[in-house]
């Protein structure tokens, strides 16, 4: 098992979380809620309002999120859900632990005692340089007061 950090439309309530539950694509079991370590931005764009972490380390806000244990399956289909790696790239990230619902191994016990976990997360280091001015977020509503409704696929 592989641990996921997801800040967008995979999150519980957010248009995407279907996929992250739908047993066909694999087992993600919720582990807890966090947030990155290191601030990164945060930003929602493209015509389909699509939230993005860019991989700039620093700059911007500690993002929050949900921490999911996946197996090899759900890895594999998210990496091609984000369009890993050309739209984004999955990289490890020190995630500190806000709230911790996982129960496993002494190794996963250890972690979330100490606060810090390595995930996975997909950001991505291959966008357009004008989104570096777009605003920041610490965190991510399709719904929030950004106005900026995500665009389902199925809608595209």
């Known amino acids: 098992m592989a641990r996921v950090f997801v800040y967008g439309t995979l999150k519980k309530g957010q248009p995407n979380y279907k996929h992250m539950i739908n047993k066909a694509n694999g087992i993600a079991k919720f582990q807890g809620r966090g ?5 990164y931005p945060l930003v929602i764009a493209g015509k389909y309002n699509i939230p993005y972490m860019l991989n700039i380390p620093g700059t911007g806000h500690h993002v929050a999120g949900e921490i999911y244990s996946v197996d090899d399956q ?9 369009g890993c790696p050309d739209m984004y790239q999955r990289t490890q990230m020190r995630i500190e632990v806000v709230e911790w619902e996982g129960k496993g191994s002494a190794g996963e016990a250890r972690g979330a005692a100490e606060g810090i976990v390595e995930c996975f997360v997909y950001s991505t280091a291959t966008y357009p340089p ?18 900026l409704s995500y665009v389902l696929r199925e809608s595209r």
């Not at 004008?130 to 007061?145: A, F, H, K, N, T």
């Open 35 to 39: 947030r990155t370590v290191e601030k």
């Open 74 to 82: 759900m890895l594999q289909f998210l990496d091609e859900f984000e």
């Open 130 to 147: 004008e989104w570096v001015g777009l605003p920041y977020y610490d965190s991510y509503d399709s719904s929030g007061r950004h106005g």
